[in-house]
């Protein structure tokens, strides 16, 4: 069979071809691409390019300005800077990005309009409600007799401790970002994951809710026992049965009191927290009162007997007269005290033992605080069930042990008491602190109000609670103290004996103090429920998600006040506190542990407002928070934890199966692939996002580094957080480059070691360099595992004529990037960036924001001023006004956006307003277009050089492999040859290009540049004065890179427009955002 050979000298078809006729195939053939594009779209969906074509008029009327012409093609998917800010400062109208991102939390949640609170209203006032509640009132005195000024005194500064560095947690966490309604559920669902955030949140509702039924238990006390003894419905019978009677007492009130507060709270938030003035000043006047009474213990002390018999206290409830008989008229008569000890009214009566050994006597119950009692009260008196509260210097004789102590007026303790046990009822009264939190919600400015209110609260009642203990222990007889209900001074509340001018300020100041702190429970619940709810981790609660129109929580306050009936059902103040305290330890521990996982992984979305904040502090109030779990009660705490671990195995249990493998080893790569699979499930959300780098780094011809500085960028940036892929390509075959391929890894990975870059290093050999890149941008990582960040150098010598595709290399890269949905980082001048020694003392880093692309601009200044290089600089924010832009409205809603984001960093708006394109822009163009030109006749004329030589070889091989071949072969050669390329011919297609070439390079001298040029070189030689008018001497300048053009054939002009862009400037980063939002605003 014959071998037909058929040369084309102007299209140069065939296959063999040397490395000139490959390249120039190549070029040829994508020039046919472009064609084919132009005729039917372009291949890739939605490409971000700063071109356009001239044909899309009614695009390009749309942006007639001259100024952003290089940004153009951009507008659609991202929009100028100036016409979105007003949507990015204002959060309830996001863009449309972050809606994308957010849309799994925030789908369900409708804009409705809600009463907006301040920080007084809406978290101090809440917060000191909640914590000056029953305890302060009913149970502080009790406490201090009990355990000592001392021992009270480390209760209450160990659990205000806890309070305080949950608060300073808690403030750090609620700071960084927007907190919807949910408040802490929301804040711990958000930083440890849905699992701990549903345990922890269910728990605390529970506890939040068992603490409104302890309000209002207390509340009941009050009115019974202090108010209105009178109104109880359940009388005792028998002695011995006044417990029993009081608590059917508080079922009855308890269940009324509940039903009222309820539809209370569902008329509306406005109506409680206008009853939450009226409660507050009361107790306010109260704990003013108490203050008052001390000073003027100091020198008139109010008059409260006691009596005792021997050292044992009397309960005056039923008798008047401290005295075993009275003398009048010369006659001694007994006194209702005798015939409570006695068997007959006559002096020769049948006595109590005691009662016969023993005086009576009478002290004064508030002698004052001069009066040196303070020494007395330092030291604990705790007691056994069932005791006599006694007075420990007192004389007294030692009765007989057989005698009945019960029906006789003595003041008994009705519970045993140690230590702990105090702890456990006490914490309750410090954990009102995420009262305001839990309304974050209906707040102007949560960033800002639950920081200031809860901190201000907490020290607040910290002083009110620590300075009453001293002044309880130094002002009040210790036997009174540990008389838990008044019953020795005639049953009126204890510190309301201290209180001035009357003890009915306290008591009607405590009623209305359990109230209000009732009301703000009954309505935080609800809230935190529906966010649960809403969230949907748990279905069989997904029901009280819904409410009112207006967004109030109707179904789950049904559900809130039924679980507070059970607790009012239990009916005993001292038998729920505790299981309040685990409740609120608890969630209280996962607040401190958020704060201490996110400020330890340093996740670049953790950017609080709140700076005093450690994660030493979030730790040890983590441990407190535990410790006072166990000393509270530790079978409790153990349950409390069993239920959160149930809720979490159960939640965790919905999301996703475990599976393990067997062995340490394969647990570990069972964990590893388990990972590795979460990753994959999706993108990650807006507020975990961080550069994932693929580097690519260039090696010379002894397979090192070209740019080490890039790798010294690289973990400036990266903190050893994250994933760094650190690539490089090179040409040849791999069965023939193995060696190289080991060097020039070990190359690699010694300088990763030297410049700390923490990550893996992956090289790959290509035939061809610019598919070696295209290989490492689809491939690199593994599973979820991947990059969305490629970090590359600038082309310095892209202009140099042997190297005349590395422009080409790049300008396809960066293609590629956007095709993959990938950012960009462009790093100009790299070997002028700093190494990892250096340190800027001083200066700016400069954010030229043009185009919103996903907020990659603001992101990347933030994260290398985490670095110690870098920390010193500041942020400077510049963006352009148009002609039409109103720039001090665009300052006041940059500032706004930057205030959500929690960055700092100063604003400046660039006014460019339109003006002629100059002469020197028009030259610009013009000179760009002819070099563009002349290197494009030069490379034609030297493939044609490349061609006739060819033929000539192929003409000579013919002619002289004629006589040999058969002769067959030998008629059908010369025939194909002659019918396709003859001497004629050859000389004619020889001048033919001869004179096109003469006429082309005279063609380049008359030529006019294109207007669409002209308008795109306006915006970079203006941009790029305005730049350095401000940025020349910043340390670093961060620019929106625009997008290569749809038409390949303006390849290299567009590298001359980025040229222009960034003349001048030391050091640049051209940024090209991935097209999704990478920063947030929400917590």
Not at 283 to 298: E, N, P, R
Not at 310 to 323: E, I, Q, W
Not at 366 to 372: A, D, E, K, L, Y
Request: with cysteine; glycine share 8%.
């Amino acid at each position: 069979m014959p071998t037909s050979f058929t040369v084309v000298p102007v299209e140069a078809q065939g296959e063999e071809r040397g490395p000139a006729e490959r390249d120039g195939q190549r070029q040829e053939e994508e020039e046919e691409e472009d064609e084919r594009d132009r005729g039917s779209g372009d291949g890739i969906a939605r490409e971000s390019s700063p071109f356009i074509n001239n044909a899309e008029m009614d695009r390009e009327n749309m942006y007639e300005g001259k100024n952003m012409a290089l940004f153009e093609e951009e507008m659609d998917s991202n929009p100028m800077v100036s016409s979105l800010l007003n949507k990015l400062a204002n959060y309830t109208n996001l863009t449309q990005g972050v809606v994308e991102h957010e849309a799994d939390e925030d789908s369900k949640r409708k804009e409705v309009k809600v009463p907006r609170m301040g920080t007084f209203i809406g978290v101090y006032l809440p917060c000191l409600q909640n914590i000056l509640g029953v305890i302060l009132f009913l149970r502080l005195t009790w406490i201090v007799g009990t355990a000592g000024v001392l021992e009270s005194f480390i209760i209450v500064f160990m659990c205000c401790a806890c309070t305080m560095l949950t608060a300073i947690s808690m403030s750090a966490i609620a700071t960084n970002g927007v907190v919807p309604a949910g408040g802490s559920y929301y804040m711990i669902s958000r930083s440890l994951g849905p699992e701990f955030g549903g345990a922890v949140g269910l728990c605390f509702y529970l506890g939040t809710t068992f603490a409104g039924a302890m309000y209002i238990l207390g509340t009941i006390e009050i009115l019974l026992t202090y108010i209105s003894p009178s109104a109880a419905i359940f009388k005792a019978e028998e002695v011995g049965d006044e417990t029993e009677a009081m608590l059917n007492n508080m079922r009855v009130y308890g269940t009324c009191i509940i039903t009222l507060m309820a539809i209370v709270v569902f008329v509306g938030v406005k109506y409680v927290n206008k009853l939450a003035l009226v409660f507050l000043a009361c107790v306010i006047l109260s704990i003013i009162a108490i203050y008052a009474g001390v000073i003027k213990t100091a020198f008139d002390p109010p008059d409260f007997p006691i009596c005792l018999l021997g050292n044992r206290t009397l309960s005056k409830r039923t008798f008047d007269v401290c005295a075993k008989f009275t003398e009048s008229n010369n006659e001694t008569k007994t006194t209702t005290l005798w015939r409570l000890f006695c068997d007959s009214p006559f002096l020769n009566a049948t006595c109590d033992d005691y009662f016969s050994l023993n005086n009576v006597t009478e002290i004064q119950g508030i002698p004052g605080i001069m009066s040196g009692v303070l020494t007395d009260n330092l030291w604990s008196s705790y007691s056994e069930k069932g005791s006599i509260v006694e007075k420990k210097d007192q004389p007294s004789v030692a009765g007989s042990e057989e005698t009945k102590m019960s029906g006789l007026p003595y003041v008994f303790t009705d519970i045993m008491t140690y230590f702990t046990m105090l702890v456990g009822i006490y914490f309750p009264s410090v954990t009102g602190i995420m009262a305001g939190s839990n309304r974050s919600g209906d707040l102007k400015d949560a960033q800002k109000s639950i920081p200031t209110g809860t901190i201000l609260a907490i020290s607040t009642t910290s002083f009110i609670y620590l300075s009453c203990i001293v002044l309880f222990g130094a002002c009040i007889e210790g036997v009174i103290l540990r008389d838990k209900f008044g019953e020795a001074v005639n049953g009126n509340l204890v510190v309301g004996t201290l209180a001035w001018p009357s003890p009915w300020v306290i008591v009607i100041g405590s009623f209305f103090s359990t109230c209000g702190a009732g009301l703000q429970s009954l309505t935080g619940a609800p809230r935190l429920l529906q966010a649960i709810a809403r969230d949907g981790i748990v279905p069989f609660i997904q029901v009280f998600g819904h409410g009112k129109a207006n967004g109030e929580p109707t179904w789950a306050l049904l559900l809130t006040a039924g679980i507070c009936e059970i607790g009012i059902l239990i009916a005993s103040l001292d038998s729920v506190a505790p299981i309040l305290s685990m409740f609120f330890l608890m969630c209280y521990m996962f607040v401190n542990l958020a704060c201490a996982v996110q400020t330890l992984l340093r996740t670049p979305n953790w950017r609080p407002r709140f700076k005093y904040y450690h994660w030493t502090l979030s730790f040890l109030g983590m441990s407190l928070c535990l410790a006072l779990m166990f000393i509270c009660s530790w079978y409790y705490a153990l349950i409390a934890m069993l239920i959160a671990g149930c809720i979490y195995k159960y939640i965790e249990y919905r999301g996703a199966e475990k599976e393990w493998g067997d062995g340490i080893r394969g647990l570990s790569l069972n964990a590893a692939r388990y990972a590795l699979l979460r990753v994959e499930d999706g993108p990650p959300h807006t507020k975990n996002w961080r550069p994932q780098l693929l580097v690519l780094l260039n090696l010379d011809s002894e397979q090192l580094v070209k740019h080490p500085r890039l790798l010294s960028f690289t973990s400036q940036l990266k903190a050893g957080k994250g994933l760094t892929i650190v690539g490089s390509v090179l040409q040849g075959i791999f069965l023939d480059k193995c060696t190289e391929t080991q060097k020039a890894e070990e190359n690699v990975k010694s300088l990763m070691g030297v410049e700390k870059t923490k990550g893996f290093c992956q090289i790959v050999v290509s035939p061809n360099f610019r598919d070696g890149i295209s290989y490492l941008i689809q491939s690199a990582g593994l599973g979820g595992m991947k990059h969305n960040t490629v970090l590359m150098a600038w082309p310095q010598s892209w202009k140099q004529t042997e190297n005349r595709f590395s422009w080409k290399n790049f300008v396809d890269t960066v293609r590629e990037t956007t095709a993959a949905q990938q950012a960009l980082l462009v790093a100009k001048n790299i070997d002028l960036f700093p190494t990892n020694q250096e340190r800027f003392t001083e200066g700016n880093i400069d954010v030229w924001w043009i185009v919103h692309d996903g907020g990659m601009l603001m992101l990347l200044p933030f994260l290398l001023r985490q670095h110690k290089v870098w920390r010193k600089c500041k942020m400077r924010i510049f963006t352009v006004a148009q002609m039409d832009d109103n720039s001090i409205q665009m300052k006041k809603d940059l500032q706004m956006f930057l205030y959500h984001l929690r960055l700092n960093a100063e604003v400046e708006v660039v006014e460019m307003f339109e003006n002629d394109i100059s002469a020197f822009t028009y030259e610009k163009t013009l000179m760009m277009e002819q070099r563009s030109q002349m290197l494009k006749q030069m490379q034609l004329s030297k493939n044609e050089r490349e061609r006739e030589a060819q033929l000539i070889h192929d003409r000579n091989t013919a002619s002289h492999s004629a006589p040999v071949v058969k002769a067959s072969v030998a008629a059908a050669v010369p025939e194909k040859v002659q019918m396709t390329w003859t001497k004629e011919k050859f000389v004619a297609e020889k001048h033919k290009t001869k004179d096109s070439n003469v006429s082309g390079f005279k063609d380049i001298f008359n030529m006019k540049p294109n207007q669409s040029n002209v308008r795109r070189m306006h915006t970079a030689v203006k941009l790029n004065g305005v730049v350095l008018n401000k940025s020349q001497h910043a340390q670093l300048v961060l620019l929106n890179m625009p997008g290569p053009p749809k038409n390949r054939k303006g390849d290299e002009n567009y590298m001359e427009f980025l040229e222009v862009l960034t003349e001048g400037l030391d050091r640049v980063l051209l940024v090209r955002g991935s097209g999704r939002e990478v920063i947030t605003i929400y917590s």
